[in-house]
């Protein structure tokens, strides 16, 4: 992965300088939170749920919200971020909120250097594997640290919305992995689009293919994969909200693809 360090060491950069803006932003919404609220939405608490009792591996948990709702439901939770920042307030909230997560400052690419051990779920979400380059080295890691017989699930935004413009007016973006980086120059950041930090982003695009092969190819087989037209976040230009709480793109209500689910089951060897 040599090639790849500058563009990790960037975003690495980002997402400290997006840490602190993002605490304090309605859009995660602290004071919600630290009262008792849940960060997880509809869909993965309901598509996931019953996690009491079962150690999770949660991948790129930025600081910390989501890991720590599964935590309260019972879940015995490590989460794993390259963000220095994200993962020193993830500590901090797990000792003001007096639980039992574990987190640990790691590029998902070195978690083998930096975590031991196997875990009953592997969990991911809205905004992670678009960091990452290279998804079968993605899959050999969750391979790596989910159990015979273990869950993976993810959440994620769908492949076809980042195809287009910041104001969904055309698509300027492939589908598929080019395996170059998508290089985008943004200022703020989806949780407060005035905030003053201007910066390089590098991502790569997955299409749905591509997520479902890695994760077969290593023997972690679906029970599903299902696709919605709506979001849980008010995250991208011109959206509309729903009478069901859910978010849509003006214009194309119902027509695109937004966000996409898979609950998987690693094989038995
Ligand atoms: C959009 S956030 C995830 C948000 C998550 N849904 C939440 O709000 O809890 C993406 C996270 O991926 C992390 N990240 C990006 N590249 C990474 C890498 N190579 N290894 C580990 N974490 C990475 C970032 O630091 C950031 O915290």
Known sequence: MENYEAYFEANRSLWNQKTPVHLSSDFYNMPAFLAGQSSLNRI?????????????LHLQCHFGQDSLSWARLGAKVTGI????????????????????????????????????????VVFTSYGTIGWLPDLEKWAAIIDHFLKPGGTFYIAEFHPVLWMF???????????????????????????????????IEYGWNHGLGEVVTALTSRGIYLEFLHEFPYSPYNCFANMVQGEDGFWRIRGYENMLPMVYSIKARKKYS
């Open 44 to 56: 993965e608490l309901s598509e996931l749920g019953g996690v009491a009792g079962k150690s999770m």
């Open 81 to 120: 971020d390259i963000s220095d920042e994200a993962i020193e307030q993830a500590k901090a909230l797990n000792a003001q909120l007096n639980l039992d997560a574990t987190f640990v400052r790691s590029n998902l690419y070195n978690l083998k250097e930096n975590l031991q051990g196997q875990f009953d």
């Open 165 to 199: 413009d910041d104001n969904f007016g055309k698509i300027i973006y492939p589908y598929h992995n080019t395996h170059e980086p998508i290089i985008t120059e943004t200022e703020g950041t989806y949780a407060d689009k005035n905030a003053p930090i201007k910066h």
